[in-house]
Every structure is written in structure tokens, then in C-alpha cells.
């Protein structure tokens, strides 16, 4: 089974938000559709396309 992960631009473009509103919502756990962990000083992100189809109902293809 593959889960790829959607990158924050496909997210951003799919729900008509910027960029910035998808990483900063990860950040502070207001989009429950992925997870963001910082590493060191930079930030990496997860949106699990389960999730976000739950959440927005767009479904990406893996």
C-alpha cells in the first residue's frame, strides 16, 4: 500500500489557501490533517492523504 505524502503546495492549491496557512495550521495542530515536526531549526512536514480526503474531500491520486 502506498501512502505517499502530499507536499503543503498541492494541499494549499486544493483548499485555495496559501502555502504559509497550510504550514503554519500543521505547526499548531488547527488542520487536522497531517502533522509538522521541527528538526532543528527548519520544519518538515507530513499531510496524509487520507486525512486530508477526509477533511476537504479531494482525493489525490498516489
Do not use: D, H
Amino acid at each position: 500500500m502506498t501512502n505517499k505524502s502530499i507536499s503543503v503546495k498541492e494541499a494549499a492549491e486544493a483548499m485555495g489557501k496559501c502555502e504559509q496557512f497550510v504550514r503554519i495550521g500543521l505547526q499548531r495542530g488547527l488542520l487536522p490533517i497531517g502533522s509538522a515536526v521541527k528538526m532543528s531549526s527548519k520544519w518538515t512536514y507530513y499531510i496524509s492523504p487520507q486525512l486530508f480526503k477526509e477533511f476537504t474531500g479531494v482525493t489525490f491520486e498516489n
